[in-house]
């Protein structure tokens, strides 16, 4: 289940990605979304069966099901960047870790390479299609909605691997973006 080094690597948010040169909303939407992609990329890399079965408590979540809850998360900035209505995915089976992982990364760099070009964020909006009608909101909600909470899961997932024996890389800094090799 874990990845070797290399492949590790070739994923996406390793590190983060260069910053703007400019100052905008879009770009600093986008460099957030670079930041959680980071956080989830290292709170999540080489996580065995143990940690993805791990819950605090038996009403909580186990950390694969809060994987899956940031892939859900992501799929809603992916789409509020694409501009189109978001409609809640629902598969025939369940994605495996390392896809809900490596779908997660993508859905997370395809929202922050896009928002990064974008120059009136008023125009985006998160849309929620559902059987029962519309629902739009402003995207001020995606920054408390969807960034935030993936934050906070990204933390929780970080903890959890704590306790199961598992911590972060030691060499992660999380302030600069990048690897100690």
């Not at 874990?2 to 690597?9: E, F, R, V």
Request: hydrophobic content about 35%; overall charge negative.
């Amino acid at each position: 289940m874990t990845l070797t080094a290399q492949q590790t690597q070739e994923l996406l948010y390793y590190e983060i990605p260069e910053y703007p040169e400019t100052y905008t909303a879009g770009t600093v939407v986008g460099r957030s979304i670079d930041a959680l992609g980071f956080r989830f990329y290292w709170a999540t890399e080489g996580l065995t069966t143990t940690d993805l079965e791990y819950k605090l408590n038996e009403d909580g979540r186990s950390t694969l099901e809060t994987i899956t809850h940031i892939h859900d998360l992501s799929t809603i900035l992916r789409d509020a960047a694409l501009q189109v209505p978001h409609i809640k995915e629902t598969l025939k089976k369940p994605l495996t870790y390392l896809e809900l992982r490596t779908q997660t990364l993508m859905n997370l760099k395809t929202a922050a390479d896009l928002f990064k070009e974008a120059k009136d964020l008023e125009q985006y909006s998160l849309i929620f299609q559902s059987p029962t009608g519309v629902r739009t909101v402003p995207f001020w909600n995606a920054i408390n909605g969807p960034i935030e909470d993936s934050v906070w899961h990204c933390g929780q997932i970080a903890s959890f691997r704590r306790v199961t024996g598992n911590p972060l890389n030691s060499n992660v800094n999380h302030f600069m973006g990048t690897v100690r090799e």
